[in-house]
């Protein structure tokens, strides 16, 4: 089913509390490589709120503050709160210390308004956002990649259950875990060293890679030393990773879009197929769920570089 057709290319979804969608879009014109964020309040209806580069990265960072990541490495703050439709609100904060494209953002959880940044330049960030204080005092930063990475690209972060934790993926094809009261990873885990890895998922008990080559990877989150179970689920680059959050149903789904112009969802213990989405007739870039009308029916949102935003039913 289609949800929104956009003018340009996604690259990014972000869901936050009571729906609200958000796309990172971008458009390559001429000589010039820009974007947007798209506020999406139904399938025909969007707020546009306009970048100077291409986005690749989105988040919600509570019920009214929005985070993208551009490719000039920019990160920018909206406070949207009951924003209305067709008028975009100036950027709470415009932040600039990375050095290349900001690739994923990840949101803490319990409201902290704390977002964790991966970047083309070899690190990773966390920001914490202050409400209500000059700009110079909204940011608490550091690098949580304070060894150096070299040419080393971040691909992708997510905050893990516990409060000072995230995990990253890199381009080296390791994934790293990290207590951002230390310096150094905690963990640091090449599941495969002959692949890239580009995307991540974590919950309280696994935690789930995409590679380069295609290939999908589970982990005991407590005990990277060996993995769990491995799966060929795409043909090309895994692009994106979601865990489903409903555990009504006793099960935990996970989401996968790919290079191969797919998106797919497996059972997040077996890897084994669930469903298959073959409705894009382009690199599929992200996904994300989104609650069913149909009980105990699932519902998931995927975008890609051919302008659609399609949302996929399924039991």
């Known amino acids: 089913m289609l949800r929104h057709s956009s003018a340009t290319p996604l690259d990014a ?39 100077e580069a291409g986005v690749a990265a989105v988040a919600w960072l509570g019920p009214e503050f929005l985070a993208a990541g551009d490719d000039e490495g920019k990160l920018t703050i909206w406070e949207l709160p009951d924003h209305a439709v067709g008028t975009p609100p100036p950027p709470l904060l415009e932040l600039c210390e990375h ?46 990649a304070r060894a150096s990475w070299c040419d080393c690209l971040v691909h992708a972060v997510k905050w893990l259950p516990e409060p000072e934790s995230i995990a990253t993926a890199a381009s080296d094809g390791v994934v790293r875990l ?6 150094q990873p905690l963990v640091g885990r090449s599941p495969a060293t002959d692949a890239a890895l580009l995307a991540l998922d974590v919950d309280a008990s696994q935690l789930c890679v995409g590679c380069e080559a295609g290939r999908v990877i589970q982990f005991d989150r407590r005990n ?7 799966a060929q689920v795409h043909q090309g680059a895994v692009t994106s990773l979601q865990l489903s ?29 669930v469903a298959r989405f073959t409705q894009h007739s382009d690199f599929v870039s992200s996904a994300a769920w989104v609650a069913s009308a149909v009980p105990g029916g699932y519902s998931l949102l995927t975008a890609g570089w051919d302008k659609q935003l399609l949302r996929h039913d399924f039991q």
């Open 178 to 183: 990290w207590d951002l009261r230390a310096a």
């Open 224 to 230: 990277l030393a060996k993995s769990l179970v491995e």
């Open 99 to 144: 050095t290349a494209l900001i690739a994923s953002l990840s949101a803490s959880r319990g409201g902290a308004r704390r977002v964790a940044s991966a970047s083309a330049d070899g690190t990773a960030r966390v920001w914490s956002v202050v409400q209500g204080l000059d700009a110079s005092s909204h940011i608490l930063a550091h690098t949580s």
């Open 245 to 273: 959050s409903d555990t009504s149903s006793g099960r935990t789904l996970l989401a996968s879009t790919s290079a191969d112009h797919t998106a797919a969802v497996v059972d997040a213990r077996s890897l084994c197929e």
């Open 13 to 51: 979804i972000a869901v936050g509390e009571g729906g609200r969608i958000a796309l990172a879009a971008s458009s390559l014109t001429g000589n010039t490589w820009d974007g947007a964020v798209l506020l999406l309040a139904d399938e025909s209806t969007a707020t546009l709120l306009p970048m």
